[in-house]
């Protein structure tokens, strides 16, 4: 999924007159799923859990930049156990819902984002099941 969010976003920003971005399968990814699996954890689907923000979490794994954005997405796909919807469209919805979005539209698009990290994380939680997803845009 994290790879066809990174398609479907480069498809966007090609399509907008953009350059692709470059996966850091390093500390930026690290921080986007650390995300993600605390956001699930906590159920709080924010910018900010535990004090930390997108630049805090980059600083803990290392991670130089010059610039920071942050992208996130959340829905359930299960309800006790069964379907709630086709969870290969995770990535679609979370695209769509992303470029619908003024601040989530101006992170894609936006041309000095060069490199990028993905993490998506699942849970079952009060019979549902969630999955959350983090995507952190930087420029080095």
């Given at each position: 999924?994290?790879w ?9 920003r090609?399509?907008?007159g953009?350059?692709?971005?470059e ?13 993600s699996?605390?956001?699930a954890?906590?159920?709080?689907a ?6 930390k ?7 803990d ?12 997405y ?7 156990g ?5 969870v290969?469209?995770f ?5 769509s819902?992303w470029m619908n ?11 000095d ?6 993490g ?8 549902k ?8 845009f930087?420029?080095?």
């Open positions: 999924m994290a066809e969010i990174h398609r479907l976003v480069n498809e966007q090609t399509n907008n953009v350059p692709e971005l996966v850091d399968q390093g500390g930026v990814t690290n921080a986007a799923i650390k995300h699996r605390n956001m954890r906590t159920g709080i924010s910018h900010v859990i535990d004090g923000g997108p630049a805090d979490r980059l600083q794994e290392n991670v130089s930049f010059t610039a920071v954005g942050e992208n996130i959340y829905s359930w796909c299960q309800v006790n069964q379907p709630g919807y086709n290969d469209d990535a679609q919805n979370a695209v819902w979005s003024p601040g989530h539209r101006a992170n894609i698009l936006n041309p984002f060069t490199h990028t990290g993905i998506i994380w699942a849970i079952p939680r009060d019979g099941g969630y999955m959350y997803a983090t995507q952190v930087i420029k080095p």
